[in-house]
């Protein structure tokens, strides 16, 4: 599976984001979809994820109540809708995809990653 991230951007606090993540190359939809986020100096966080039917969601507590995932299975793409943004969700966001593991809000559990899209939140 190839992924790319892409919908970063400089935005004050308050204000909203919605990421993309693209795939391709395999069937998607078997895949649990999560994305990552790594700020300067710091490691790369779990941030939220879902299920390959899109039933199950989880979420950081940071990001709980602002941030909602979701993913449109024909079009191949996973989304991070991001309100409310605080300066401290400022960092590089990363989406990765696995589909035989189960710890998923665990960074090593996935094979795949994108490229990393970045997030500026200016207070």
């Known amino acids: 599976v190839q992924l790319q991230a892409s919908g970063g951007g400089l935005v004050q606090a308050g204000g909203s984001l919605r990421l993309s993540c693209a795939a391709s190359?395999?069937?998607?939809?078997?895949?649990?979809t999560g994305w990552f986020r790594q700020a300067p100096g710091k490691e790369r966080e779990f941030v939220s994820y879902?299920?390959?039917?899109?039933?199950?969601?989880y979420y950081a507590d940071s990001v709980k109540g602002r941030f909602t995932i979701s993913r449109d299975n024909a079009k191949n793409t996973v989304y991070l809708q991001m309100n409310s943004l605080k300066p401290e969700d400022t960092a590089v966001y990363y989406c990765a995809a696995d589909r035989f593991g189960s710890r998923w809000s665990n960074i090593y559990e996935y094979d795949y990653w994108g490229q990393g899209t970045q997030v500026t939140v200016s207070s």
């Open positions: 879902i299920t390959p039917s899109g039933g199950g969601t």
């Open positions: 190359g395999r069937t998607f939809s078997n895949y649990v």
